[in-house]
């Protein structure tokens, strides 16, 4: 019996003929990423030596610009290792700001085949470039920084076959919420996604669905390799990679089939998105006081574009607070220049610096006491954007954007027809 895509990477990693669900395996680190969190007062305990340095990425990205004193320290300290250790890919506050799962793709950091690790848990977001890429805990973080080395537990994999085109005005992360909705936690069980859908899907749009992974409680989530993955590196880097794929009897735990043509805008209800999502007519009518479209799931070019598409001649809702966070200043420019910043702002959007910002409740639009929010970020669970008696549901980019028109949870295929 064959391997999965997972499989056959940690194989090699290890260096063995063959790994199978339940093997305990140690296995190099290719990249390793830091961000901000880490220097945290408190938290930061001074590492002696790297193993690797020019496998280590620095990031300011969750609370960026700092929004108080301790944010600041944090952000001192890891000036201070990358100044200590030549740390070469370090993203400051400024020209090259951004998520650092952003900063991953945009500067081709994750390659096919290699494996990067960073203590933030949407770091699976890499998988869209046929490597594997996992959030661990802190402890790893530093081992794989010092030690160059890591271990996991090979877990099942579950195949998901897309096929299909996606609709007007339905999106890859409508694609997530059925998932969610419909199969649930994945706990301790590895996603590969292919199928015929690919020859549709953008690396961003992709992205979307390997980020919200994550969600699934899935280790890693990858996608297999194809010409489209192939052109978005070879535009951002000149280092050698070799693409991966699954032996053709790989052994699944399940396959599954999820046709896009026949899916609809999303939402998942508050505090959970598992088996929590149903049509956004459920929802709609439902007063919000926010609407944020953003993080490292959906801040991409392409989700301010549909955003900006929606609200295009339209004004936000004067009870709205409309946020739109870029996921790195790259997209920021981009953006600018495309004109999509100037039609967001004349709506009445409020469009900040590239940070994790509302998504993680820190800074940038922290929810008050009982009040909704409509995101489209990475999670909606109690106390997530601020206040625990607040409401954050989630959509797409686009049903986001329709909500803060409308100044209710609205369909946001009314305004794309």
């Known amino acids: 019996m064959g391997m999965t895509l997972?499989?056959?990477?940690?194989?090699?990693?290890?260096?063995?003929?063959?790994?199978?669900?339940?093997?305990?395996?140690?296995?190099?680190?290719?990249?390793?990423?830091?961000?901000?969190?880490?220097?945290?007062?408190?938290?930061?305990?001074?590492?002696?030596?790297?193993?690797?340095?020019?496998?280590?990425?620095?990031?300011?990205?969750?609370r960026a610009p700092s929004p108080d004193k301790q944010g600041a320290a944090s952000h001192q300290t890891a000036r201070e290792f990358v100044r200590e250790f030549g740390i070469e890919r370090f993203h400051d506050i400024g020209y090259d700001q951004g998520i650092s799962h952003q900063l991953v793709a945009d500067h081709a950091y994750a390659l096919p085949g290699s494996l990067l690790v960073c203590s933030d848990s949407h770091t699976g977001s890499a998988g869209v470039f046929n490597c594997l890429a996992r959030g661990v805990g802190v402890p790893d973080v530093v081992y794989a920084a010092t030690i160059g080395e890591t271990w996991f537990i090979v877990g099942e994999t579950i195949r998901y076959e897309l096929a299909g085109k996606l609709l007007r005005g339905v999106t890859m992360k409508?694609?997530?919420?059925?998932?969610?909705?419909?199969?649930?936690?994945?706990?301790?069980t590895n996603i590969e996604y292919g199928g015929p859908a690919l020859a549709h899907l953008s690396i961003p749009a992709r992205k979307t669905l390997t980020t919200m992974s994550t969600e699934?409680?899935?280790?890693?989530?990858?996608?297999?390799?194809?010409?489209?993955?192939?052109?978005?590196?070879?535009?951002?880097?000149?280092?050698?990679?070799?693409?991966?794929?699954?032996?053709?009897?790989?052994?699944?735990?399940?396959?599954?089939?999820?046709?896009?043509?026949?899916?609809?805008?999303?939402?998942?209800?508050?505090?959970?998105?598992?088996?929590?999502?149903?049509?956004?007519?459920?929802?709609a009518g439902t007063r919000i006081?926010?609407?944020?479209?953003?993080?490292?799931?959906?801040?991409?070019?392409?989700?301010?574009?549909?955003?900006?598409?929606?609200?295009?001649?339209?004004?936000?809702?004067?009870?709205?607070?409309?946020?739109?966070?870029?996921?790195?200043?790259?997209?920021?420019?981009?953006?600018?220049?495309?004109g999509i910043i100037t039609t967001l702002v004349n709506a009445g959007a409020v469009v900040t610096a590239a940070t994790c910002g509302a998504c993680g409740g820190t800074h940038m639009g922290i929810l008050g006491a009982n009040e909704t929010c409509i995101t489209a970020s990475t999670r909606n669970f109690k106390g997530r954007m601020g206040e625990s008696s607040a409401?954050?549901?989630?959509?797409?980019?686009?049903?986001?954007?329709?909500?803060?028109?409308?100044?209710?949870?609205?369909?946001?295929?009314?305004?794309?027809?």
Request: charged share 25%.
């Open 6 to 62: 997972t499989e056959k990477i940690l194989a090699r990693k290890t260096g063995r003929a063959k790994v199978s669900p339940g093997d305990l395996v140690t296995v190099g680190v290719d990249t390793v990423v830091l961000v901000d969190t880490m220097f945290a007062p408190g938290r930061w305990r001074k590492i002696k030596r790297l193993d690797h340095p020019e496998r280590v990425i620095v990031v300011l990205d969750h």
């Open 174 to 188: 409508d694609a997530f919420l059925q998932i969610a909705g419909h199969y649930g936690d994945h706990t301790n």
């Open 216 to 283: 699934l409680s899935a280790d890693f989530s990858i996608f297999d390799a194809d010409d489209v993955m192939v052109e978005w590196l070879r535009a951002r880097t000149s280092v050698p990679f070799e693409c991966f794929a699954a032996d053709p009897d790989a052994k699944y735990k399940e396959l599954r089939s999820v046709d896009l043509g026949t899916l609809q805008p999303l939402v998942a209800f508050p505090d959970s998105v598992i088996e929590n999502s149903q049509p956004v007519a459920a929802a």
């Open 289 to 338: 006081d926010q609407a944020f479209v953003g993080s490292c799931a959906n801040g991409t070019l392409e989700d301010l574009a549909l955003a900006a598409e929606v609200v295009r001649g339209r004004r936000v809702d004067a009870r709205v607070r409309f946020i739109v966070t870029p996921a790195s200043q790259a997209v920021y420019r981009a953006a600018s220049e495309q």
């Open 391 to 417: 409401k954050i549901y989630m959509g797409s980019p686009a049903t986001v954007a329709a909500s803060a028109i409308r100044g209710v949870i609205t369909d946001p295929r009314e305004f794309l027809n």
